[in-house]
């Protein structure tokens, strides 16, 4: 009973923590945002569900060692976080380079799939591996069992999907849509400016792990 209680603390630790990180704001907020309102709620919502699916391959990733990889090999870290920050630097690039442009159903910016802009969002940020690899390790039980693991997963999951989905349903209102619409360009530039920013600042230190 006690190791039950334990376990399940555990998970409830994890959960808020890791809840309390999806809220802050950062390229996955600003990503969501801009798709439900330049699109649709549906199309916002499928990037939810990319980075939901992205968070849980990560979180899969961190379970099974990949942390470890990343510090016995520091070359794959630096690897992952320039090309983390390429993309994001691109997705920046695009969203700015569009932003005095009429909305139109189509994407724009070569990631006609939304669900794959929110997978490619998510795993192109190796920091979430190392997020997940920190509290998977302090934590977890050494020895989790089954039923831990799968809540676990299913936890990370829903965490990361049920807010982007507020995120997506919130931004794709009709009253928010029509703000958005007419600041549109604003609104896009300062999302580009700020996705550029972060960007280069993970490029910047990315030297670090040279």
């Given amino acids: 009973m006690h190791s039950l209680t334990a376990n399940l603390f555990s998970l409830f630790t994890i ?3 890791q809840l309390v990180a999806v809220i802050s704001p950062g390229p996955s907020f600003l990503i969501t945002a801009q798709t439900a309102a330049a699109r649709s709620r549906s199309d916002g919502v499928k990037v939810a569900l990319g980075l939901g699916s992205g968070s849980l391959l990560w ?3 961190a379970l099974l060692g990949l942390n470890m990889l990343f510090h016995a090999l520091p070359t794959l870290f630096f690897v992952m976080k320039v090309a983390g920050a390429l993309f994001i630097l691109w997705v920046a690039f695009q969203i700015f380079h569009h932003a005095s442009e009429p909305l139109v159903i ?3 910016d070569g990631a006609a799939n939304p669900f794959l802009k929110g ?3 998510q795993i192109s940020n190796p920091k979430v591996a190392v997020f997940f690899g920190s509290i998977f390790v302090s934590m977890l039980p050494a020895e989790a069992p089954l039923w831990m693991t799968i809540a676990l997963f299913a936890i990370v999951f829903l965490n990361e999907f049920s807010w982007y989905s507020i995120v997506a349903i919130l931004f794709g209102s009709g009253r928010i849509r029509t703000f958005y619409i007419g600041m549109k360009s604003w609104i896009d530039r300062i999302t ?3 996705l550029g920013a972060l960007g280069l600042r993970l490029l910047w230190s990315a030297r670090e792990t040279a």
């Fill in 119 to 121: 997978l490619l969002t």
């Fill in 192 to 194: 580009g400016l700020f």
């Fill in 106 to 108: 189509e994407d724009r």
């Fill in 59 to 61: 979180a899969l990733a």
């Fill in 15 to 17: 959960g808020l923590v």
